[in-house]
């Protein structure tokens, strides 16, 4: 069955760094689109970015642009997330998205919190 496991989430200073990671298993990878999604206390989980099976096409949230690189390594079945220029409301529980023929599957998530 489809697995999606995400680390890489953390506490991290204003304007510092962060680079998620989703392992994917249980479909071809290279086959579906990924995004990232996010979902902080007391809001709606929103698209933060997404990724063309090849990799050749991507979008982001306009929050994120120029902040954030979406990325995938076919070979590895890898999904990454760089976050760069972090600001407190970046904070969330960062997951990973793919939708695979009768099913919208997520990660358990990681958290990732911009505070000094």
């Known amino acids: 069955q489809v697995q999606l496991v995400e680390s890489g989430g953390g506490l991290v200073q204003p304007g510092g760094s962060l680079r998620l990671s989703c392992v994917a298993s249980?479909?071809?990878?290279?086959?579906?689109?990924m995004s990232w999604y996010r979902q902080a206390p007391g809001k709606e989980r929103e698209l933060v970015a997404g990724?063309?099976?090849?990799?050749?096409?991507?979008n982001y949230a306009d929050s994120v642009k120029g902040r954030f690189t979406v990325s995938r390594d076919n070979a590895k079945n890898t999904l990454l997330l760089q976050m760069n220029s972090l600001k407190p409301e970046d904070t969330a529980v960062y997951y990973c998205?793919?939708?695979?023929?009768?099913?919208?599957?997520w990660g358990q998530g990681t958290q990732v919190t911009v505070s000094s």
């Open positions: 998205n793919t939708r695979v023929p009768g099913r919208n599957c």
């Open positions: 249980g479909f071809t990878f290279s086959n579906y689109r």
């Open positions: 990724i063309s099976p090849a990799g050749s096409s991507t």
